[in-house]
């Protein structure tokens, strides 16, 4: 009985903490800006190298966050509600030799579209996650 007990009470917990999270893809279209890959930043923290073609996907604590690439001047402030679904579209800012990059707010259905027909950055290739803390209050 108590073995069931502490089986429901780690459940009631874990649904808990997944209900306070949303999920923000990061992903950037093939395009032709070979050896290309700016860097993007949530709160601060380094996520990945985004190359041409591929994504990252991660759950995100509620709350505001501010998305940058190399660049901090072009970022993004998200809100993330619990349970919502985000997309972010890395583009260039000035030109193709332009190493920044900044993040377009992509309608969901529009940017499954595109996410589909890329492949997920390698495990290897993520540097961070997105975590509470620094602007995600």
């Known amino acids: 009985m108590r073995k069931r007990a502490a089986l429901l009470v780690f459940f009631l917990v874990c649904s808990a903490a997944a209900g306070d999270v949303g999920t923000v893809t990061i992903?950037?279209?093939?395009?032709?800006?070979?050896?290309?890959?700016?860097?993007?930043?949530?709160?601060?923290?380094?996520?990945?190298?985004?190359?041409?073609?591929?994504?990252?996907?991660?759950?995100?604590?509620?709350?505001?966050?501010?998305?940058?690439?190399?660049?901090?001047?072009?970022?993004?402030?998200?809100?993330?509600?619990?349970?919502?679904?985000?997309?972010?579209?890395?583009?260039?800012?000035?030109?193709?030799?332009?190493?920044n990059g900044t993040f377009e707010l992509v309608d969901a259905v529009q940017a499954r579209q595109q996410v589909d027909r890329l492949e997920p950055l390698k495990a290897d290739q993520v540097a961070g996650v997105c975590r509470s803390g620094a602007g995600g209050e």
């Not at 093939?30 to 985004?50: E, L, S």
């Not at 991660?58 to 679904?85: C, Q, R, W, Y």
């Open 27 to 99: 992903f950037r279209t093939i395009d032709h800006h070979r050896g290309w890959k700016p860097v993007a930043f949530c709160d601060g923290q380094r996520i990945a190298a985004m190359q041409g073609g591929k994504y990252v996907k991660m759950n995100v604590s509620a709350g505001k966050h501010t998305f940058t690439s190399n660049n901090a001047k072009t970022g993004i402030d998200l809100e993330v509600k619990p349970g919502g679904d985000y997309f972010l579209r890395v583009v260039g800012t000035t030109g193709p030799f332009n190493e």
